[in-house]
């Protein structure tokens, strides 16, 4: 029996939240599900350092000023939590001129799923109030 921790998910399994929106994107012969949650962005981060990559994931989404180098580790990231045994190296061999414009479209509407509706009458930027 495997043991498991405190959140009742078995040592060495990571827990994928099917309520959580996703993006379909065909990459070679495969349909997969991007995704931006801010822990798939840490741990890519992470990750691609480890392997002497520097790379600020909150920066790569300034989709303007977008390069080439950026739109791997966004989709390595985008793909971390439908499909959590993606690795940098599958998604740099899916990436390619023919489907860049289908990734590009897929990581806008990503990140428009992650950050959500603004509210009603929001006020932008750090430490804005509510009108009374």
Known sequence: MAKKNVVGISAGEQYVDPTMPGVALILGNETYKLCFTFGALATAEA??????????MLHSFDFRNMGASDIAPLVYAGLLHYHPQMSMEKV????????????????????????????????????ALEES
Do not use: F, W
């Not at 392997?51 to 600020?56: E, Y």
């Open 47 to 56: 990750e691609l350092r480890k392997a002497g990559r520097i790379v600020n």
């Open 92 to 127: 740099e061999s899916l990436v390619n001129i023919r489907n860049l414009g289908d990734i590009l479209g897929a990581l806008i509407l990503a990140y428009e799923q992650a950050v959500g509706e603004p509210k009603k009458n929001a006020q932008s930027g750090p430490g």
